[in-house]
């Protein structure tokens, strides 16, 4: 469905960014997952990827950044940047490349402040919202649900300083889409339902390029699950023609939040 044939629930604007990066040791590449504390409300013990809800100042300093562009885009941008630099100390989409050092400084002033901006305007920084490129959206029809916005960056190489935030996650680390699925199918990371289909959908590309192109061929209209039942089992599936190679999975084997 289209965002204007959501239904109007009261619901929740976040962003989620899946991060690129090149594999130190060759092959394919990877994507930086989150693993979230197990007393977190949403998701709790689940791998994710970085991001969270959307802040009001996310939306003042998207209007202020790009007052032309679509402003839920726009924000969900800056917020997904500002939280994979809250929860990771991963400073992304910007027009310069930052240091190991100076992004963990910027990362304690940002919690400090608890906003973007003073850290861009300390630090000199600039952001290229453009480098975050929409991918999917997401937003079940429930009151209190996350209206998603999941957009793609590329690092552009494997030497990279993370550090978990040990509040809202205990564990960060980088793998391949398809290593993410075995690691998952063992037993050995837990995924709810939409990171799981975003997580297939990424494993048909060999890089980020190809990610992009994907993604460039699909519409970004909301999506959304449903129940149905398949021979006597209730099943939770979402609609065809979006580019996700697997449309749903039993309800009794679904983590969904």
């Not at 916005?149 to 509040?167: E, K, M, P, S």
């Amino acid at each position: 469905m289209s965002d204007a044939d959501t239904p109007r629930f009261k619901v929740i604007p976040a962003a989620t960014v899946v991060i690129f990066r090149n594999c130190p040791a060759g092959g394919p590449p990877e994507l930086l997952m989150v693993q979230r504390s197990k007393e977190m409300r949403f998701a709790g013990g689940a791998a994710v990827f970085p991001g969270g809800r959307i802040d009001p100042a996310d939306r003042e300093l998207a209007q202020r950044l790009a007052p032309d562009a679509d402003p839920l885009v726009a924000a969900a941008r800056v917020g997904g940047i500002r939280e994979t630099l809250e929860e990771t100390g991963l400073a992304i989409a910007l027009t310069r490349p930052v240091s190991g050092s100076e992004a963990s400084d910027a990362r304690a002033m940002l919690l400090e402040q608890g906003a973007l901006a003073p850290v861009l305007e300390q630090f000199g920084w600039q952001l290229a919202l453009e480098r975050l490129l929409p991918f999917a959206h997401w937003c079940p029809p429930a009151d209190g649900a996350f209206d998603t916005r999941f957009f793609l960056t590329d690092l552009g190489t494997g030497a990279v300083d993370i550090a978990v935030d040990a509040t809202e996650n205990t564990r960060l680390f980088w793998s391949s889409a398809k290593e993410s699925l075995r690691m998952a199918a063992e037993g050995e990371i837990k995924l709810i339902f939409p990171t799981k289909r975003n997580v297939e959908r990424l494993a048909l590309s060999a890089s980020f390029e190809e990610a992009c192109a994907h993604a460039a061929q699909f519409p970004l209209d909301v999506l959304s699950a449903r129940r149905e039942v398949r021979d006597g089992e209730d099943w939770l599936v979402m609609p065809d023609g979006y580019g996700y190679p697997v449309l749903g999975e039993p309800l009794r084997v679904v983590r969904r939040g």
